[in-house]
């Protein structure tokens, strides 16, 4: 299971550590992930690590504002948000993926439920 907290309401400028915690198997094999969803939009890619944190990838809207950095003694992803934007609203999700680095959500094995990040203008 994966679990994401730390969303929450926060004003434009501002940041967000969101946490994901892996329990009920070991993630540290895994490539991890998050996505996010806006209010009527597809889901999107945000970030995605590998399994040791030596290649990160992100997507435009988000590079240069957004680290994801892991910690596999602890089973734990996180997503440092930082100058949030009010476009940057969703809920964001966690994933993890048992094989390759990838933008592609249709390749994420395991899902956590969520956590809504609201960014006012």
């Known amino acids: 299971q994966l679990q994401a907290s730390g969303g929450g309401l926060v004003q434009a400028g501002g940041s967000l550590r969101l946490s994901c915690v892996a329990s009920?198997?070991?993630?540290?094999?895994?490539?991890m992930g998050w996505f996010r969803q806006a209010p009527g939009k597809e889901r999107e890619f945000v970030a995605t690590?590998?399994?040791?944190?030596?290649?990160?990838y992100y997507a435009d809207s988000v590079r240069g504002r957004f680290t994801i950095a892991r910690d596999n003694a602890k089973n734990t992803v996180y997503l440092e948000m930082n100058n949030l934007k009010p476009e940057d609203t969703a809920v964001y999700y966690c994933?993890?993926?048992?094989?390759?680095?990838?933008?592609?959500?249709?390749?994420?094995?395991?899902w956590g439920q969520g956590t809504l990040v609201t960014v006012s203008s």
């Open positions: 994933a993890a993926d048992r094989t390759v680095v990838t933008e592609k959500a249709e390749l994420y094995d395991y």
């Open positions: 009920g198997r070991t993630f540290s094999s895994y490539v």
């Open positions: 690590i590998a399994w040791s944190g030596s290649r990160t």
